[in-house]
């Protein structure tokens, strides 16, 4: 994961913040029972990849897949009935692209956090979706290990019950 506090860092990158540093999650933070889980629409055209995608994200304590998107159109639907606080969407989309969504959904009063995920390498598109005014990055590749502390820079709610991050 690499913090950026102005431009973008060169090399490979599987997770950036943008506009706050990424800082490290504290071993064993108290886990906030009281605080409402964050929810997330996922947004993928990929049906294998948004289960996978949601298994991992519902197995962690604070987290609850509201919905799954396989097209803009779905997610711009979804958004408005859902409300998520975040939305984890795909760069390529059957009937679009995802920094086009980005910039649609960022023009409504109270938007969503939005992360985008793509199977690309870095190289450009964390700069782009930085530029469509996205919250953070992370590379498909690197979802598993790099989503999570990237989610906890996001939302400081987020933290890890003294038992286990698995539920």
């Given at each position: 994961?690499?913090a ?10 599987s ?6 540093p990424c800082?490290?999650?504290a071993?064993?933070p ?6 409402p889980?964050v ?16 298994r ?6 604070g ?12 997610a ?6 859902l ?15 995802g ?8 023009e ?6 939005i992360?985008?995920m793509?199977?690309h390498?870095e ?5 782009v ?9 992370v ?15 996001l939302f ?11 539920r």
């Amino acid at each position: 994961m690499v913090a950026l506090t102005g431009g973008i860092a060169r090399g490979a990158v599987s997770s950036v913040c943008y506009d706050r540093p990424c800082r490290p999650v504290a071993a064993n933070p108290p886990f906030m029972e009281s605080s409402p889980p964050v929810r997330i629409l996922l947004v993928d055209d990929s049906p294998t990849f948004a289960g996978i995608a949601r298994r991992y994200l519902s197995s962690h304590a604070g987290i609850e897949v509201v919905g799954v998107a396989e097209t803009a159109a779905d997610a711009l639907d979804r958004c408005h009935a859902l409300r998520p606080d975040l939305v984890l969407t795909d760069v390529e989309l059957p009937d679009g692209n995802g920094l086009d969504l980005i910039r649609t959904l960022k023009e409504a009063h109270n938007a969503p956090r939005i992360v985008v995920m793509t199977v690309h390498p870095e190289d450009g598109y964390a700069e782009v979706a930085r530029a469509a005014r996205a919250d953070g990055f992370v590379s498909k590749s690197d979802l598993t290990g790099h989503l999570l502390p990237l989610l906890r820079s996001l939302f400081p709610q987020l933290s890890r019950s003294p038992a286990s991050d698995e539920r």
